[in-house]
């Protein structure tokens, strides 16, 4: 079955306890992204990868790092959490098409979501 | 600078009423808007997809509508069902150099027996 898998699901942890969610997709897709989503506002990106070893920041980078050593993997990484970071993150990937105006960029295939609570 | 816009914040219907939810946009260039549907604790699950060419795509019950000179978007679901609860996200994706998406905040509907 075709899915994007995060983990651990629910978080509680403290201030400065570093601590990594991992995210797999098993659909062979090069692009890769993580999103937090707070109540109110819309899912805002925090890091993205066009493919394996190639990542760049989304709109909310600050204190939060990924990497994409394999394409199945892109783990986020909080080195150290603090409460405003206290959110539901979502990892999503998609298959890259040509880009450009008027094309069918790929469909984002989302995870489960992890409920992320920093006291 | 880029905005997506989402209309209403909320919405309650009865079972089997219909609905007409709406997206705005100020994204350019444009490449495609998608409508994602995400359940309460759950992720987002894309609905329809439609490109600058594209006025309306249908999904079963559901109906995107494509302005693009206006620069609105609009979901229509036809006779609602109780499963339709659950929140309504516009995404809109540009091209310029690298793959960039925006959100909209999403509309909240509850259907009600």
């Known amino acids: 079955e075709a899915q994007v898998t995060q983990n651990p699901r629910y978080l509680i942890t403290v201030t400065g306890k570093k601590l990594t969610v991992t995210c797999s997709q098993n659909m062979n897709h090069e692009y890769m992204s993580w999103y937090r989503q707070d109540p109110g506002l819309g899912l805002r990106q925090i890091y993205y990868?066009?493919?394996?070893?190639?990542?760049d920041k989304g709109d909310v980078p600050e204190g939060y790092k990924v990497s994409r050593k394999e394409k199945r993997n892109f783990p986020l990484i909080l080195e150290s959490p603090s409460p405003n970071q206290t959110s539901l993150y979502f990892c999503?990937?998609?298959?890259?098409?040509?880009?450009?105006?008027?094309?069918?960029?790929?469909?984002?295939?989302f995870g489960e979501g992890s409920r992320l609570t920093v006291l | 600078k880029n905005q997506v816009e989402q209309s209403p914040q909320s919405l309650i219907i009865l079972e089997g009423k219909n609905c007409t939810l709406q997206c705005n946009y100020t994204v350019s260039p444009f490449s495609n808007l998608r409508w994602y549907k995400q359940d309460t604790g759950r992720g987002p699950v894309s609905l329809t997809i439609?490109?600058?060419?594209?006025n309306t795509k249908s999904n079963g019950r559901y109906t995107a509508t494509l302005d693009a000179d206006t620069k609105q978007s609009s979901l229509h679901i036809t006779a609602s069902q109780l499963s339709d609860s659950a929140s309504y996200i516009c995404?809109?994706?540009?091209?310029?150099?690298?793959?960039?998406?925006?959100f909209g905040a999403g509309t909240r509907l509850f259907v009600k027996a």
């Open positions: 995404v809109v994706s540009w091209n310029t150099g690298g793959f960039k998406t925006i």
């Open positions: 999503a990937s998609s298959l890259m098409l040509a880009g450009g105006p008027n094309e069918d960029t790929g469909e984002l295939f």
């Open positions: 990868s066009m493919n394996v070893e190639v990542t």
């Open positions: 439609m490109t600058f060419s594209e």
